[in-house]
Each structure stands twice: as C-alpha cells, then as structure tokens.
C-alpha cells in the first residue's frame, strides 16, 4: 500500500511539474502578447513557429567542411599532373590552381566560424484585421526580451 502511496505522490508532482512548465514557444508568445497588450492589435499564433537563428547555419558550416575537404583532393590531382606537363599546359592548370586555392582559403574561414545560437525567431504571427498581416520578431538567446 505504502509503494502505491509514493507512486502516485510521484507521479502527481511530475504532472504538476510538467504542466506548469512553459514551452519556448510558449515563452515568447507571452513576450509578444504582453507588447501588444495595450493595442487593439488580436493576434493569431497558431500557424506560428519558433526557430533558432545561429551566425552561421549549421548546414552551411558542414556544406563548407565538405566541399573543402573535396577542394583539397582536387588541388592535390592537380599539384600531381602540373609536374607531367608542358609549360602552357602548366600555366594554365596553376591559374585554374590559384582560384581553387582562393576558394578554399574561403571556405576554411567559413569553417572556423562553428555555429553558435544568437537568439531565436518567431514567425507566421498573425494580425486580424480586414487585411491580415504576418508578423515575425526576433528575441535573444534566452526568450527574455523581444531585440531588433
């Protein structure tokens, strides 16, 4: 009896603990009720969703790894064939080199940048009125304040 007593004692606090707890998007909702509060505005949240904004996407900084990484097989091909070759040959195959070599210089800054979290997004709010209006807003890592 007494395990069925602390079962249920458990299971309660986790029931209430869950349920008073917000969600992210739920947090930035309040944020945006609570500016909109004072005006005639009736907003709309449910097509709205909240995304991470990052410096640099996480996609783009794999994109970049990978397509340095084949940038380097390529120059190696190349640095192995220039040697075998004729000096017109080679002239070319070094220009063709050199806009490699830049891009990957350009890619290996992109990766050195990892992907770090700025803050976050929350968009398809909706404005009722006769012309509806989508809205979006931005807010810090956090969901404390609503920023530029």
Not at 28 to 47: H, P, T
Not at 87 to 107: F, H, N, W
Request: hydrophobic share 40%; with cysteine; charged share 30%.
């Amino acid at each position: 009896m007494r395990k069925i007593y602390y079962a249920f004692a458990i299971l309660s606090l986790v029931v209430i603990i869950s349920c008073g707890k917000k969600t992210d998007q739920d947090r930035a909702i309040a944020l945006v009720e609570a500016k909109y509060a004072s005006s005639n505005q009736e907003l709309n949240f449910d097509r709205s969703k909240l995304d991470s904004l990052y410096n640099i996407s996480p996609k783009a900084y794999a994109d970049s790894i990978k397509k340095g990484n084949e940038l380097d097989d390529t120059l190696a091909a190349l640095e192995s064939q220039i040697e075998h070759l004729s000096q017109v040959e080679s002239d070319s195959l070094g220009l063709i080199s050199a806009k490699l070599t830049k891009e990957r210089y350009r890619l290996l800054d992109v990766a050195k940048t990892k992907p770090a979290l700025v803050g976050w997004k929350l968009s398809g709010v909706v404005v009722e009125r006769e012309k509806a209006d989508t809205l979006s807003f931005n807010f810090d890592k956090g969901i404390t304040k609503i920023v530029p």
